[in-house]
């Protein structure tokens, strides 16, 4: 099936510094992935979406110059959040669809991201 | 709106059945998912319904009904690695999936 690997699992860093995970299709090529962000006790929120060769789609309310999005090949994107702020502490988890439209998401193992 | 309605907490004992409820609004619909999120990780995949009935999947089984906007997520013969949140996600016109907060189920021995 389907395999979608997300590093780091966990970062910790200090307010004001750049941290940037990456997301990995393993067994697929993804044109589209996507990226989510969910604090504790709530929904997924989607962040944007990375689009292979293009700029990424931002939903409303998400600054796009915090959150940089690149997606360089057909295997991986990668998010970085500049200047964290502890606001900014979540858990960030990126998804991509083996397929279509019907084609489930699968999703990454989760990046969990504490500012200090 | 789009919106997605279900219990956010649901406890059920180790052996038995539970039934986990989604009711939902969408602008278009395109199918709709079931996922299981444990704490602290990622969801995965338990099953896609885009035409009415009951798709059977081992202990899971999932049902869905168009025409009421509405879901289930039955799971039988319930372990105590069950205990998680189900998350249901019908997917719009833009076959982009809504999200809801889930339903965390808890299980007793």
């Known amino acids: 099936g389907a395999v979608v690997s997300q590093h780091p699992s966990w970062v910790i860093c200090k307010s004001g510094t750049s941290v940037k995970i990456e997301c990995r299709s393993l067994?697929?090529?993804?044109?589209?992935m996507f990226w989510y962000r969910q604090f504790p006790k709530q929904s997924l929120m989607l962040m944007a979406t990375s689009n292979e060769g293009s700029k990424a789609t931002y939903e409303q309310g998400v600054e796009k110059d915090k959150f940089l999005i690149n997606h360089a090949s057909l295997t991986l994107s990668t998010l970085t959040v500049t200047s964290a702020h502890p606001e900014d502490s979540s858990f960030y988890i990126c998804?991509?669809?083996?397929?279509?439209?019907?084609?489930?998401?699968?999703f990454g193992n989760g990046t969990r991201l504490t500012v200090t | 709106g789009q919106n997605i309605d279900q219990p956010t907490e649901m406890t059920a004992t180790e052996g038995a059945i539970v039934q986990i409820n989604c009711t939902y609004q969408t602008s278009g619909f395109n199918g709709l998912f079931w996922y299981q999120q444990h704490a602290g990780e990622a969801p995965t995949f338990l099953s896609y319904n885009v035409l009415d009935g009951l798709e059977e999947k081992g202990r899971f089984s999932s049902f869905l009904s168009r025409s009421k906007g509405y879901s289930y997520l039955l799971l039988k013969e319930l372990q105590m690695k069950d205990s998680a949140s189900y998350l249901c996600a019908p997917q719009d016109s833009n076959y982009q999936l809504i999200w809801g907060a889930g339903t965390k189920l808890i299980i007793k021995p």
């Open positions: 067994d697929f090529q993804a044109t589209t």
């Open positions: 998804s991509a669809r083996g397929g279509q439209g019907t084609s489930p998401l699968h």
